[in-house]
């Protein structure tokens, strides 16, 4: 570890030694004419990133060289299309009108600007337009044609993997908060409907230093749709669809007004799908059934952006087709998820660019069910698994100028506690052949952990080498009361980091060497639980150690005008 972590101290020696040149000032706007406040702005191949104030006014302190790619994002993340700049005005600032992503962007620098990632990882962001064009209905859909995406299992219950590393190696967020599941194929976010989304970003690398646990494979981060900080008046959206093939139908609509000085989003949504119509007839335990409602609220306060933000969403009787399923059935007749985030980020003066608070909290349900079925597929015996837990997330960032590099320090704090699990048994034997309950064990009375992360990372350049290195301290601790294991704890500690550079061969053409370190917690399910999953009878142990993962990743990237290709 030692021989990792000494060049990355290294590392941040030698680019804080570089010199900062002078800034221009730009006004961001939206294709609608409105104030861009609270927005990020990147610059494709350079280090960091620029925040707006409230009146969509940012500082490109230093200044980059031209020509250059600028990305903007949104206040609540949503990434707008890129623009290229051959010159600065000569009247300061300069006023930049931004449009929305008309499809699919693909990011081959690691130019997402609020995570902190190796130079070699590579993203995709799909936007409004995009999803409204193929109208998908789960996240596993949208990830179909991403490159270097992934799907295990079949059914609306597939898991999303990146690069091949599923089962809890490929963090889902969603309004940068966890998805997290006991589920030993990991979160598949079954519940979240994406038409109720402003934008997916698919990011392939290892991302253990931005959000320390489960990152080997990358991160999916999915956003709700928020309303704009200056709503003109009452807004209405709504959407109707049907479907041949898997036969249902869906809705959703959202009202967006002015309210409290901001702008505020209601919203709700269902869908309700049958077993699919193959061309050889139908397949058996294939429907499912989803719907939610959310609220969205962002106001502009003094030269920072709050947003808040409530979800509730509901799934209902996701099956899990098998060749078996005829006599074994595995469904889950319920799945349950509230979120609540809160987040406030503005820029700052001086050598201190931005600001960066969240604070976000779930309560999730997850049962699933097992069904020997007879010959008219109705069932005979039954055993059942309900997990219960809630989830709380806390981050804080900052960032500041070294010279022309840039400086990201930051704490990140996560717990999931209340965790409940409780198996029955089921059999035939009611009025009409009612399944009734004969037995019942508490898997896990109460189990809860908390991982304390504090992290940094530099990005910079010395002459035509551009550098960044990373680090991640975690504190992970986890106890267990009552249950089949009893009264049991653990702690462990653990180092990621990562160290990479770039350097252009020719113009245009970059080439990209990165090597990583990372670390995935064993879930609390993993240690503790003892019972059903849909995989099979398991029983955990309390002696897991943490994983780790090492990483080395070489790229080579090639940039002209609007087209991008990496690998």
Do not use: C
């Not at 941040?12 to 609608?32: C, K, P, Y």
């Not at 990011?203 to 253990?208: A, K, L």
């Not at 503790?528 to 398991?538: A, D, N, Q, V």
């Amino acid at each position: 570890m030692k021989r990792f972590f000494s060049p990355v101290i290294f590392l941040i020696f030698l680019i804080s030694m570089v010199h900062s040149t002078s800034a221009v000032e730009l006004v961001l706007v939206g294709s609608d004419g409105k104030l861009l406040p609270g927005a990020h702005v990147t610059a494709v191949g350079l280090p960091g990133s620029w925040i707006s104030d409230g009146q969509g006014l940012v500082d490109l302190d230093p200044t980059p060289e031209l020509p250059v790619i600028l990305i903007v994002a949104r206040a609540d993340g949503v990434a707008l299309k890129p623009l290229t700049l051959v010159q600065w005005a000569e009247e300061q600032p300069q006023t930049l009108v931004v449009g929305a992503i008309g499809g699919t962007v693909e990011v081959v620098s690691a130019v997402i600007s609020d995570l902190e990632l190796p130079p070699a990882a590579m993203a995709t962001i799909l936007g409004r337009e995009e999803l409204d064009q193929r109208v998908p209905t789960s996240l596993s859909d949208v990830l179909a044609t991403v490159p270097g995406a992934g799907r295990g299992g079949e059914g609306r219950s597939v898991v999303p993997s990146l690069r091949g590393l599923p089962k809890h190696r490929t963090l889902i967020l969603l309004d940068d908060a966890r998805v997290v599941t006991e589920r030993r194929a990991g979160a598949s976010a079954t519940f979240l409907d994406p038409d109720t989304l402003g934008e997916i970003e698919v990011i392939r690398g290892p991302g253990s230093v931005a959000y320390g646990s489960d990152a080997f494979g990358g991160i999916i981060r999915a956003r709700s749709r928020m309303p704009s900080p200056y709503p003109d008046g009452i807004g209405v959206r709504y959407a109707l669809e049907g479907a041949q093939g898997t036969p249902g139908w869906g809705a959703a609509a959202d009202v967006e007004m002015p309210l409290a000085g901001g702008g505020f989003l209601l919203g709700a949504h269902v869908r309700d799908y049958s077993d699919y119509s193959s061309p050889e007839g139908e397949v058996f335990d294939t429907r499912w059934e989803t719907w939610g409602i959310r609220a969205g609220w962002q106001r502009v306060i003094g030269r920072g952006v709050l947003r808040v933000g409530w979800r509730s969403d509901r799934a209902r009787d996701v099956g899990k087709p098998n060749p078996d399923s005829k006599t074994q059935r595995r469904f889950y007749p319920l799945e349950d998820s509230d979120r609540l985030n809160l987040a406030f980020e503005q820029p700052l003066s001086g050598d201190w660019k931005r600001l960066s608070v969240s604070v976000a909290w779930d309560r999730y349900q997850l049962v699933l069910n097992k069904d020997d079925l007879d010959l008219g597929l109705q069932p005979t015996e039954r055993s059942q698994s309900d997990t219960r837990a809630n989830d709380v997330e806390m981050r804080l960032e900052v960032e500041r100028s070294l010279g022309s590099s840039r400086l990201v320090m930051g704490t990140n704090i996560t717990s999931r506690y209340g965790l409940n699990a409780l198996n029955s048994a089921f059999e035939a034997g009611g009025p009409d052949g009612a399944l009734q309950e004969i037995s019942s064990e508490t898997a896990i009375e109460d189990a809860e952990n908390q991982d304390y992360g504090l992290f940094t990372a530099l990005h910079g350049s010395l002459g035509p080498v551009r550098l960044s290195g990373g680090l991640r301290l975690d504190w992970v601790r986890t106890s267990n009361s009552g249950g089949y294991f009893g009264d049991r704890s653990t702690s462990d500690e653990a180092i990621s980091g990562y160290l990479g550079g770039g350097i252009d061969l020719v113009d245009n053409l970059e080439l990209t060497l990165q090597v990583a370190h990372g670390f995935r917690d064993p879930l609390l399910s993993d240690r503790y639980y003892r019972g059903e999953t849909g995989r099979g009878f398991i029983t955990g142990n309390p002696d897991l150690d943490p994983e780790t993962a090492d990483q080395l990743d070489l790229a080579l990237r090639y940039r002209s005008g609007t087209w991008n290709v990496g690998g």
